[in-house]
């Protein structure tokens, strides 16, 4: 008889977004004539930038053709792309980073739920709490996490560094030592931002004690601010602890396009290992490439055009981000994020739990958020909107709530 993975089934019901889309069913059908505005899922909405629609119809025009046609993709990726990622993302920014320690992937979150197979399983992971919850999840299937608390919400062998207002939502160096850890800055959900000098003190601890920092950078192009580093690589040190998750998700509106990166410097050993070696097997087994329509579309996100086209749609998205933020402090609430980041994060008022602010919400603005104790237990007590939405619908959501 065949065994399941039973780490599986110490997994506890991830009931977010399901929770969220029941209440929201449920409101709606007693209520048919309200009409809900929805900032909760981190979802883009606007359409893909034109010049990557015009790379997209050439490739698939290309496939047309017997002469240009492409079959498998190299499955570390096309040159075309590790160069300009390479080049742009890094190299023009002063960071030592060669396209051959570039991995193209269909996406970050994949690759930062493959990532802990190229681990051994004893090793010990921390993480930010509240924090996205693909890291810890990852590791609960490959058995890395011991047993689940359900009181606490919490891992015996996780390391968790909370994230609240006391510490301006940035973790702090952990007492016990930790072999990887997670970091994702500015960070989903909280929408803070650490600056250089404070991503400096993790990568000096990381090469201290010899972990491997995983850093997801999915909202790198959100920054607006010029102390907050857009890559780990501006450290000194981090190529010798740093792996980097990069997603064109965020900034170029590739949700349902699907293409990602991570990046491993050689320089990251363990013992003479290189983890380059290690994830460059994993994918050349496991993963067979992102297709070549979408990396030729992923190439267009660092034409000129494509930059261009690409900042206005950072900005439409952080234009959102400033109504949201001024209209809640306007409205009294206490709020932070929003500035290098597509996410606002607020407190909630009184002592409301976070579901009970969720459905107070719903209820009086028809407005959807996002609980932030569905993130992890220091998530209690806060509330995440999106910037996501289009404008006017952001603007009317902000009016709804300043007349709660
Ligand atoms: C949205 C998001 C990603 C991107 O995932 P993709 O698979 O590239 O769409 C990665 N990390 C975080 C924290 C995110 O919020």
């Given at each position: 008889?065949?065994?399941v993975?039973d ?8 009931y ?19 009409s ?11 359409p ?5 629609i015009?790379a997209l119809?050439d ?6 053709a ?23 993302d890094y190299?023009d ?12 992937s269909d996406?970050?979150?994949?690759d930062s739920?493959n990532?802990?197979e ?17 890291y810890v ?10 047993t ?13 560094m909370?994230?609240?207002?006391d510490n ?6 952990p007492?016990?030592?930790p072999d990887?850890i ?7 959900p ?6 250089k000098?404070q991503l ?14 995983i850093?997801?950078?999915?909202y790198?192009a ?11 690589y ?5 190529r010798?602890?740093?792996i980097?998750?990069?997603s ?10 699907r ?12 013992g003479?290992?290189?983890l380059h070696?290690?994830?460059a097997?994993?994918?050349g ?13 992923g ?9 261009a086209?690409?900042?206005e749609?950072?900005?439409?998205y952080m234009?959102?981000a ?6 809640l ?5 206490t ?6 980041a ?9 002592s ?6 969720f459905?107070y919400?719903?209820e009086?603005?028809n ?7 569905g993130f ?10 999106t ?7 952001t ?7 300043k007349k709660?």
């Amino acid at each position: 008889m065949f065994k399941v993975n039973d780490n599986y089934l110490k997994l506890p019901g991830s009931y977010l977004f399901s929770t969220i889309g029941k209440k929201v069913a449920a409101y709606t059908a007693a209520n048919p004539d309200k009409s809900i505005i929805r900032l909760g899922i981190g979802d883009v909405t606007q359409p893909l930038a034109p010049a990557i629609i015009d790379a997209l119809h050439d490739a698939v025009d290309e496939m047309a053709a017997a002469e240009t046609f492409h079959g498998y993709a190299p499955d570390l990726g096309y040159e075309f792309l590790r160069n300009a990622m390479a080049k742009n993302d890094y190299q023009d920014k002063g960071c030592d980073i060669s396209a051959d320690e570039v991995f193209i992937s269909d996406g970050a979150k994949c690759d930062s739920g493959n990532i802990q197979e190229i681990f051994s399983v004893d090793n010990k992971i921390a993480v930010c709490d509240p924090v996205y919850p693909v890291y810890v999840d990852t590791n609960v299937m490959a058995g890395r996490t011991g047993t689940y608390d359900p009181l606490k919400e919490t891992w015996s062998d996780v390391i968790y560094m909370p994230c609240t207002a006391d510490n301006n939502f940035a973790p702090e160096l952990p007492k016990e030592t930790p072999d990887i850890i997670y970091l994702c800055f500015p960070n989903n959900p909280t929408g803070s931002t650490i600056t250089k000098a404070q991503l400096q003190e993790w990568v000096d601890y990381a090469n201290k004690v010899g972990a491997v920092i995983i850093y997801d950078a999915a909202y790198e192009a959100y920054i607006s601010e010029a102390d907050v580093p857009h890559t780990i690589y501006e450290c000194e040190g981090a190529r010798t602890c740093a792996i980097e998750l990069r997603s064109f998700s965020k900034n170029a509106g590739f949700t349902g396009v699907r293409l990602g990166a991570t990046i491993i410097p050689k320089d990251l050993k363990c013992g003479d290992v290189t983890l380059h070696s290690l994830w460059a097997r994993r994918h050349g087994t496991k993963y067979n490439g992102a297709p070549y329509i979408v990396q030729k579309a992923g190439e267009a996100v660092y034409s000129d055009a494509g930059k261009a086209q690409l900042s206005e749609q950072v900005a439409y998205y952080m234009n959102n981000a400033k109504v949201i933020y001024q209209g809640l402090k306007d409205a009294g609430y206490t709020v932070s994020g929003g500035v290098n980041a597509p996410y606002i994060w607020l407190k909630t008022p009184g002592s409301m739990t976070s579901w009970e602010f969720f459905d107070y919400l719903l209820e009086n603005a028809n407005v959807v958020g996002t609980p932030g104790s569905g993130f992890g237990p220091s998530g209690e007590g806060y509330f995440r909107l999106t910037a996501f939405g289009s404008y006017e619908n952001t603007v009317a959501a902000i009016e709804r709530i300043k007349k709660m």
